[in-house]
């Protein structure tokens, strides 16, 4: 088998593996178009509020010992 013919297969054969990949059709978002935000991830959740600093409080000291609980 001559080099050129060999590379033509090699071609042949990478190109119809990756043509085995995909799936047919045009690609589908996976849930109801008003629910949907491109490109955040399916479904989207609202962030939480951040917190005031003017409220914020110390972290409740542990005693120690408490991560063997």
Do not use: I, N
């Not at 799936?23 to 509020?49: F, I, M, N, S």
């Amino acid at each position: 088998m001559s080099p050129g013919m060999s590379r033509t297969l090699l071609a042949l054969l990478a190109l119809a593996t990756l043509a085995a990949c995909g799936r047919a059709g045009p690609p589908r978002v996976p849930g109801p178009k008003e629910e949907v935000t491109y490109p955040r991830a399916y479904p989207r959740y609202e962030p939480l509020p951040k917190p005031d600093p003017a409220t914020r409080t110390a972290p409740a000291s542990q005693p120690q010992g408490a991560w063997f609980r």
